[in-house]
């Protein structure tokens, strides 16, 4: 069973510039939650995903977006990119809720802002 | 409001030799509880998960952690600790349905 793959791993930026990470969950789970992983803020949520709807959000600028699609992948974008956006970006999945199980995370796209 | 406090950024022990790492929470109910393992570079992982069944759980690699209601902590244990488990973790409390709250990480070292 594949595991949850996130794409690209690796991306470079410069401010102002905007990014678009992708992540696909594991078959037949239909929850999506992205994190934002920072050595100063540690593991901070973004949002979920359930079913093409948004479920949840944490505290980010509305630069943050995010939208799901009907095979239950999932897209983050954040625009007008600051160099306080260079973080690891996880993302996660579950069959339905986050709580209620085991999440399954992916490798993460590392973001660097120049 | 929930929230999760590990009281340990850094733990360094010897291999062979036990493991505790610390977590204590604050929540208004009885929250889910988690610990998380993250090796370098990868996704996390699920150690283990506590969900008002019983007090003591045990996770996978011989991971076990004890759910104390009156002193409100979830501290992580392994009897015996080997180089492989040199990594970070992180004790995380269930926020409502669909969010979680991180603690700030455990990084864990392994002395040969």
């Known amino acids: 069973k594949a595991g949850v793959t996130q794409t690209p791993r690796y991306l470079i930026k410069t401010r102002g510039q905007q990014v678009t990470l992708s992540c696909s969950p594991i078959s037949g789970h239909r929850s999506v939650s992205w994190y934002q992983q920072t050595p100063g803020q540690g593991l901070q949520f973004l949002f979920e995903y359930f079913s093409e709807t948004q479920r949840n959000k944490g505290n980010f600028p509305g630069r943050f977006s995010g939208r799901q699609f009907s095979n239950s992948r999932s897209e983050m974008n954040v625009s007008t990119l600051e160099l306080g956006d260079s973080a690891l970006y996880l993302c996660?999945?579950?069959?339905?809720?986050?709580?209620?199980?085991?999440?399954?995370f992916g490798e993460g796209s590392r973001l660097t802002v120049l | 409001a929930q929230s999760v406090t590990q009281l340990d950024s850094h733990v360094s022990v010897s291999e062979g030799t036990p493991v505790l790492l610390r977590c204590n929470y604050s929540s208004s109910y009885s929250p889910s509880l988690f610990w998380y393992v993250q090796h370098p570079n990868k996704g996390l992982q699920l150690l283990l998960k506590?969900?008002?069944?019983?007090?003591l759980v045990k996770g996978i690699n011989g991971f076990e952690a004890e759910f104390k209601k009156s002193e409100t902590s979830f501290h992580l244990t392994k009897p015996s600790a080997h180089m492989s488990d040199a990594a970070e973790y992180f004790c995380v409390v269930t926020l409502n349905d669909y969010k979680l709250s991180f603690g700030a990480g455990t990084t864990v070292t392994v002395r040969a």
């Open positions: 506590y969900t008002s069944a019983a007090t």
């Open positions: 996660a999945s579950a069959v339905t809720t986050p709580n209620t199980g085991e999440l399954f």
